[in-house]
């Protein structure tokens, strides 16, 4: 049966469904591990194909639209969760040969699955004809975040929308994007502010950021703060890469490497230690996470340098299960960004009690408080300084004996959506 919604204006109204835009997540398929943008919207499928109110699925393909109703929503979470294979190409994905093959085959199930498609011209038509009139639209994954799909939710299903906004770091900081992003993060981001019901931010942080847009471009919708749930695959050492020395104590960095994750100055920091230590004292860094944009120069570095291999290692495309292995198990994680939204893998490494070392970031304020070991960006003495003692302390330790007892409350996805599920 529909459930009730709690509005953010105290008011309580019948939802007769919801409609989960599921347009990132297909459209990542065959493309490697899941970014945390990804895995935000696999959370929401998860918890709304089970919940009791009536759920769709909008998915944005190359020549269209495609409608899922709830037993399209869970045939699609088995196939995204292994359980069931993707199906084969069509004859649509065998003639789009510059997607990858993951991709075509999850677009050609989702056809397959559909109760409804329609051109991109026809999205009101198909809304009008399968939704009932009030559902709910929830886009979590920037993917599909335009007027026109918006109007036409308004036009065809009367319904809220709510977007999931994860930051405006393309906006505050696009010296880190590639050259078009910008430009197209603040289409979406204008779309949001012109026509969404509700905003749900991952943090106060970005709330701030966000409304400070918004309120420059002349509406700022109902806003909530639902930090995001923190969970993280037992670790599983049998899918670690060969060739890892994990003797010696080892950091770890995770994230895409790009500019603004600030890995420069991490290498800084290993050339320093270098120039200090015997090879035999010198910590591992491990940098886990695949080459991204706008880093020539960075690039160049690990591949010229001499401690890349014995004292610096980078892997991507690591398991889930492999990167929980090495979180486990490392001296510290290292997180040196200049800028974040959220930031997961600092509080997926606190909830392990694995020391955390970052720039002193608003949002690693708001959400870890005073666990981490803050360095500011610029300060490379300050960072091996840093790094020495906690090589010291961890050989000085048999095991490790857990998180901090002052630390703050690691989110969970039920406390996420015991407040989202209210207002949506």
């Not at 300084?385 to 409350?409: D, F, M, W, Y």
Request: charged letters at 25%; a neutral charge; proline letters at 7%.
């Amino acid at each position: 049966m529909p459930g009730a919604g709690t509005r953010t204006d105290g008011t309580t109204a019948e939802i007769p469904a919801r409609c989960l835009d599921l347009t990132r997540l297909i459209s990542r398929q065959g493309r490697g591990p899941l970014t945390g943008v990804d895995r935000v919207e696999l959370a929401y499928l998860r918890r709304l194909v089970d919940d009791p109110v009536p759920l769709f699925l909008l998915v944005a393909t190359r020549l269209g639209f495609v409608l899922l109703d709830g037993a399209g929503a869970q045939a699609v979470l088995d196939r995204i969760e292994r359980r069931v294979p993707w199906g084969a190409m069509d004859m649509i994905g065998r003639f789009r040969r510059k997607s990858p093959a993951g991709r075509r085959r999850a677009e050609a199930d989702a056809r397959r699955l559909s109760i409804a498609r329609c051109r991109p011209g026809g999205l009101a038509e198909m809304l009008r004809a399968h939704l009932p009139p009030g559902a709910a639209y929830l886009n979590t994954g920037h993917s599909n975040l335009s007027d026109a799909v918006l109007r036409a939710w308004k036009d065809a299903v009367k319904g809220r929308a709510s977007i999931l906004v994860h930051d405006m770091i393309p906006l505050d900081f696009p010296q880190f994007q590639r050259p078009a992003v910008p430009q197209a993060f603040a289409a979406k981001m204008r779309s949001v502010s012109a026509h969404a019901d509700l905003a749900i931010y991952n943090s106060r942080a970005t709330r701030d950021d966000a409304e400070r847009w918004f309120a420059e471009w002349g509406r700022r919708p109902d806003g909530v703060v639902a930090h995001l749930g923190v969970e993280l695959p037992a670790p599983d050492p049998s899918h670690l890469p060969e060739g890892l020395d994990l003797g010696r104590p080892y950091f770890l960095t995770l994230g895409t490497i790009e500019p603004r994750k600030n890995h420069a100055l991490l290498l800084d920091v290993w050339e320093t230690l270098a120039t200090e230590l015997s090879d035999e004292a010198m910590p591992v860094l491990i940098i886990a996470g695949s080459r991204g944009w706008e880093n020539e120069a960075l690039f160049r570095r690990l591949d010229s340098s001499p401690l890349m291999g014995r004292h610096v290692v980078e892997r991507a495309g690591l398991a889930d299960a492999a990167v929980a292995a090495l979180m486990a198990g490392a001296a510290g994680m290292l997180f040196p960004s200049l800028a974040e939204g959220f930031g997961l893998p600092p509080l997926e490494a606190a909830s392990l009690g694995v020391p955390v070392v970052c720039n002193r970031l608003p949002v690693y304020e708001e959400l870890l408080g005073n666990i981490p070991v803050y360095a500011e960006s610029g300060d490379v003495y300050l960072w091996a300084q840093t790094i020495t003692k906690l090589v010291e302390k961890r050989q000085a330790e048999h095991v490790r004996t857990g998180a901090n007892p002052s630390a703050t409350v690691i989110p969970t996805w039920a406390d996420h959506f015991n407040l989202v599920l209210k207002v949506t």
